[in-house]
């Protein structure tokens, strides 16, 4: 490889303070791993003298597998590349240590106190309710924020509408458990570890001495207290290397600070800053769209993208009718393609995975998930619909009737429920309902309604009972009625429904259905150990990573950009737009020759918008 003058100016920096702003495949990848070569090999510096500070774990050993698949065979240089997380760890191990305290992460979800059912159990005993997987989300990322702002909760209420019943108390009584009990979870990881590098000199001069050269990748998405942890440790020699793309942050939802790039020249007056401006990766098509798409965001530095690469496929813009047409044009593209491992389909939302995964097993197609925490299979929405099948297979099992009686129609009682568990009578929980002395016509007529129905569904094929469910048992009107209180839109959950309904239009009879979903469950869990499959992977999780061939799926108005920026849009406020921007930016930027986009036309017979993010695109490339 010939590494540009740009690259080699910054590769040969070597002391003082340096920020790297640079375009996607510009190379900062490459740049940091030769500097941290330069800086042992040519000036003398050992590796252990060195922090190289990484957004993630997963990077973190990309990094060193590709210092080693460069430098191993010269040398056996024992290069170390970390999270800030794990480098702050470290310091909390050891600070403890001398201080003889002790702290726990609840980070492990396997063991018994964990952070997300601490949580859990402070919103149920604050909101009398048990909290949904989404606000559960919503809380733990605001909380983040918090800690990576370095501000207070008060303050994060003031710039941020949270759909959260009495967030104040849950956040002050998560911290004062915590801080009762001695645990941490990764934010604390970090504020804990400022907190004592601001108050311990001892440990501070330590790690001063002991990192001398400090390098930074993804310095866009590093936040607040990141900045401040190594701004801290690298002062006052500074000798500081900063590698950044301000167009790819798309953490500011977790307290993301590229603003703090910008601020590096008041910080560091010395400071050189270079830019890397060249896209190695991408065809000439793919880097001038993008740069002209990236173009359109106001909050920047402005950088020109530029390639010597060649030409090729135009970017393509697919429209298709609906999701089921999506697939199939999917399907029919990949089935002709053979270099799996250089191709990824690349989604906004984890949802848009599974109808994937459905159909690339259907179609033997291996693939690898990025990112495992699909949340389908356990979703509750799931469990109900599989309740009701079963108890229309067997209409006793009045355990599963108890979980889902308030969900249909039939104005069923919890007294009811509670006076029919006493008669301890294996029959039909209708027929129990039935035998209720004193059972008036109305409740009479129902009962037998629903009898009626659910024997109508035990003889049903799953595709069909799906919607009977929905719309003749009345689930349909439970969900319009509860969908709130969940915190889910009604959208969401439809989705969700439209996935079940795509996975049993392809089994024939329950029990085949129940053993698919199973199956496809086992697949996504197993997916990490394909090597030579698609990626399918969410654009968030994909930061990093390139592809020969890369499509872009479900590209709707409301999902892409989300309804929420598009909200915070039309009030004037344009932060989250334009994070959705760098999102879509980033995600294009995968590519080295072949881009689709897909977006289809209609769902649940509606009319959808394609997302805007298109139509910018469109006009570009006309
Ligand atoms: N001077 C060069 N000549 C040829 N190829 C290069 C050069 N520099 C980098 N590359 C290649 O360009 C691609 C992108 O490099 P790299 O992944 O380091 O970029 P990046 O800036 O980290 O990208 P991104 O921020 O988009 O993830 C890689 O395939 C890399 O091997």
């Known amino acids: 490889m010939n590494l540009s003058k740009e690259q080699q100016q910054a590769i040969s920096h070597v002391k003082g303070p340096a920020l790297v702003l640079a375009v996607p495949?510009?190379?900062?990848?490459?740049?940091?791993?030769?500097?941290?070569?330069?800086?042992?090999?040519?000036?003398?510096?050992?590796?252990?003298?060195?922090?190289?500070?990484?957004?993630?774990?997963?990077?973190?050993?990309?990094?060193?597998?590709?210092?080693?698949?460069?430098?191993?065979?010269?040398?056996?240089?024992?290069?170390?590349?970390?999270?800030?997380?794990?480098?702050s760890y470290g310091v909390i191990r050891e600070y403890a240590y001398k201080n003889r305290k002790q702290y726990t992460l609840i980070e492990d979800m396997n063991k018994e106190i964990n952070k997300v059912q601490i949580l859990?159990?402070?919103?149920?005993?604050?909101?009398?309710?048990?909290?949904?997987?989404?606000?559960?989300?919503?809380?733990?990322?605001?909380?983040?924020?918090?800690?990576?702002?370095?501000?207070?909760?008060?303050?994060?209420?003031?710039?941020?509408?949270?759909?959260?019943?009495?967030?104040?108390?849950?956040?002050?009584?998560?911290?004062?458990?915590?801080?009762?009990?001695?645990?941490?979870?990764?934010?604390?990881?970090?504020?804990?570890?400022?907190?004592?590098?601001?108050?311990?000199?001892?440990?501070?001069?330590?790690?001063?001495?002991?990192?001398?050269?400090?390098?930074?990748?993804?310095?866009?998405?590093?936040?607040?207290?990141?900045?401040?942890?190594?701004?801290?440790?690298?002062?006052?020699?500074?000798?500081?290397?900063?590698?950044?793309?301000?167009?790819?942050?798309?953490?500011?939802?977790?307290?993301?600070?590229?603003?703090?790039?910008?601020?590096?020249?008041?910080?560091?007056?010395?400071?050189?800053?270079?830019?890397?401006?060249?896209?190695?990766?991408?065809?000439?098509?793919?880097?001038?769209?993008s740069n002209k798409f990236i173009k359109k965001n106001t909050l920047r530095f402005n950088k020109n993208i530029f390639t010597k690469n060649q030409y090729f496929e135009p970017i393509k813009i697919v429209k298709v009718k609906d999701l089921e047409e999506e697939y199939r044009y999917l399907m029919e593209e990949l089935i002709n393609i053979n270099d799996?491992?250089?191709?990824?389909?690349?989604?906004?939302?984890?949802?848009?995975?599974?109808?994937?995964?459905?159909?690339?097993?259907?179609?033997?197609?291996?693939?690898?998930?990025?990112?495992?925490?699909?949340?389908?299979?356990?979703?509750?929405?799931?469990?109900?619909?599989?309740?009701?099948?079963?108890?229309?297979?067997?209409?006793?099992?009045?355990?599963?009737?108890?979980?889902?009686?308030?969900?249909?129609?039939?104005f069923i009682s919890k007294k009811q429920i509670n006076y029919i568990k006493t008669l301890y009578i294996k029959e039909s929980v209708f027929d129990s309902l039935l035998s209720i002395p004193g059972l008036n016509e109305f409740y009479r007529k129902n009962v037998l309604e629903l009898k009626l129905n659910f024997k109508k569904l035990s003889m049903m094929n799953p595709y069909e009972g799906i919607s009977f469910i929905e719309k003749s048992l009345g689930y349909g009107d439970y969900l319009k009625e509860s969908h709130m209180r969940f915190g889910y839109t009604m959208d969401s959950l439809k989705t969700i429904l439209n996935y079940l309904r795509m996975i049993a239009s392809n089994t024939e009879g329950l029990k085949k259905f129940f053993t698919r979903l199973k199956y496809l469950e086992y697949l996504c869990n197993q997916s990490k150990n394909t090597k030579e499959g698609i990626t399918l992977s969410t654009i968030h999780s994909a930061k990093g990573l390139e592809f020969n061939r890369v499509y872009i799926i479900d590209l709707i108005d409301g999902d892409f950009p989300t309804s929420s920026s598009i909200d915070a849009f039309k009030k004037g406020n344009i932060g989250a737009m334009e994070e959705e921007r760098r999102l879509f930016y980033v995600g294009m930027t995968r590519a080295k020759k072949y881009l689709t986009l897909i977006t289809y036309l209609n769902k649940d017979s509606k009319k959808t918008n394609p997302s805007r993010f298109l139509l910018d695109l469109e006009a570009i490339c006309n």
């Open 340 to 410: 799996y491992a250089n191709t990824a389909i690349l989604y906004r939302n984890n949802l848009s995975a599974i109808g994937i995964i459905e159909c690339l097993e259907r179609n033997s197609i291996p693939f690898y998930i990025k990112d495992i925490n699909v949340k389908f299979f356990d979703h509750w929405l799931v469990q109900d619909i599989v309740d009701f099948f079963q108890l229309a297979n067997d209409s006793s099992n009045i355990a599963i009737f108890e979980k889902i009686y308030y969900k249909m129609n039939g």
């Open 120 to 289: 859990r159990n402070i919103y149920l005993s604050i909101n009398k309710e048990h909290i949904t997987e989404e606000k559960l989300e919503s809380i733990i990322n605001s909380i983040g924020y918090i800690k990576n702002m370095l501000i207070g909760p008060e303050e994060y209420l003031s710039q941020f509408k949270l759909d959260i019943s009495n967030f104040l108390e849950i956040f002050h009584t998560y911290e004062s458990y915590k801080k009762n009990n001695h645990l941490i979870d990764f934010d604390d990881m970090l504020t804990l570890a400022l907190k004592i590098l601001r108050e311990d000199k001892y440990l501070l001069e330590k790690y001063r001495k002991k990192y001398e050269y400090i390098q930074v990748d993804e310095g866009q998405d590093t936040s607040k207290v990141q900045l401040e942890i190594i701004k801290i440790l690298a002062h006052p020699k500074n000798n500081l290397f900063i590698v950044a793309d301000d167009d790819q942050s798309i953490y500011g939802f977790r307290g993301a600070y590229p603003k703090g790039l910008f601020e590096f020249n008041k910080i560091y007056g010395n400071g050189k800053i270079f830019f890397m401006e060249e896209n190695y990766r991408s065809s000439k098509n793919i880097v001038s769209v």
């Open 25 to 87: 495949g510009a190379g900062k990848t490459t740049v940091l791993i030769h500097r941290t070569a330069n800086l042992i090999l040519n000036e003398g510096v050992s590796p252990q003298k060195i922090l190289s500070v990484t957004f993630s774990r997963a990077s973190a050993k990309d990094m060193k597998g590709r210092f080693n698949s460069i430098y191993g065979d010269i040398t056996n240089i024992p290069v170390h590349f970390s999270t800030i997380h794990s480098f």
